[in-house]
């Protein structure tokens, strides 16, 4: 595809791949599907014109297009995962989606377009499945799919914008990528010897959603992993939470040796996320979910006090704050290679045959302005990282990023989760397990306030 057509056929490709994510949503497996073969075969039609516009963003690179992964098989999943299945395609889809910050060739990066094309690759097995489900004669109406390719001699006019015609007071940014939490689900990625999983809990006694978070990207010689815990006193902290560990696990999987570049590009997104919020309206769904039960207009202060602080709020916590600690691995000839960083408090421990050690070293009095935050004071608080030197993982080893509550009342995070399953991880499963497993110290947490205080997150790499 040519560089022209290229730039032509971008931003209709993200809008209908935006649309996919939306009839996923949407779409109800636990029932019989009233779905006409035609709209399948638009959907596929569709997703086919929208790999050849990702694939002609990877040759842009000189890259060679990867083959597509087989995959899941989706016709033996059991009933419960084949009825989530639609929400977790969706909440895939649009992670991907979210990491092009705007609709232009230059926006999207390699390691960008590599997840798009794997998660359309994804959604056309899918369909294929579907096909097989729908009955030959079933009536309309199809779902709402859109060809993204116009022809060259006839480009579509212009979506019409519903500014416009909305209230200004509605209007904000769409947070809805982040509202399907697969850390809060529990997951494991495996690749070669090497299996990571994460997850995230609300924490003993919460009453309110976890401010914790966990992620994990593979790339093609290794996994970048962080976890998040939100400032208990910030407005909008489990937004922030997982707005940081997305944005730094993508950043490091593309630049694995530029971990401080991960943290910035967290950093960075939270200022995108800071300055959509003061261009929204006090009724958007966007500023209802920051501000919680705080009035508008005191919302409004403390966002522009986040942006550029102001003095008679120094003892306010600013908006969109979060601790943040990040690793990459990557296979060597010698072995796993994994580096670290962090800003604020959180924890990471490495487990060998000799020792579990803290990979940061001894602890250090808490720092309060060593926070991953966005505006004046976010750039400052860059300079409060951390680096740990590299470590050299063998078969059996493995390395973990916590939130503080996972180790809370116990030696470390090993020792704390070795209470709670005497194998951990030897005999750990899917990620459900990860997630059953915080569970479980959330009930001992309820019964014991001394130990697991505070929203637990946890990611682990083991080398097998």
Known sequence: MDERRLREELPSVLEFLGTVASFLDGLDMSRPLELPASALVDLRDGLRRARTCIEGTIARFGEPVPAPAPGIAYGTMGPALRKALPRKLAAQLRSELSAVPAPEVEAVTLFTAFGLHGRINDLLRFVAFLAGEVPRATPPPSPPTRRPAPEPAAPPAPAPSHAAVRDPATIGPD???????????????????????????????ARRPGLAASFAVPFPRGFALAVADGAEASLGARLAAVVAVRAFCRAAAEKPDDLAGAVRAAQLQLGRLLAMLLAAGDASDAMTLIRGETPPENARRILAHTLHPEESLRRVTPALATSLVGAVAVRTELGVRVSAIRLGATLAEVRTAEAIEPVFGP??????????????????????????????????????????????????????????????????????????????????????????????????????
Do not use: C
Not at 182 to 197: C, I, M, Q, T
Not at 363 to 377: E, L, M, N, T
Not at 432 to 459: I, V
């Open 175 to 205: 947070l809805s990528v982040y509202d399907i939490r697969l850390d809060e689900l529990g997951e494991r990625l495996d690749d070669r010897a090497v299996s990571v999983w994460f997850a995230a809990s609300p924490g003993a006694g």
């Open 363 to 464: 602890p250090r009095p808490a720092d309060p302005q060593a926070i991953v935050r966005p505006g004046d004071a976010g750039e400052t608080a860059l300079g409060r990282m951390e680096r740990a030197p590299p470590r050299l993982l063998m078969r059996g080893d493995a390395v973990v990023l916590a939130t503080p509550a996972v180790a809370r009342g116990s030696a470390g995070v090993f020792s704390s989760l070795t209470d709670l399953s005497p194998r951990f991880p030897a005999k750990l499963g899917d990620g459900k397990a990860l997630a059953a497993l915080l569970r479980k110290a959330e009930e001992l947490g309820s019964e014991d306030q001394t130990r697991f205080a505070g929203a637990l997150g946890l990611a682990l790499l083991a080398v097998r």
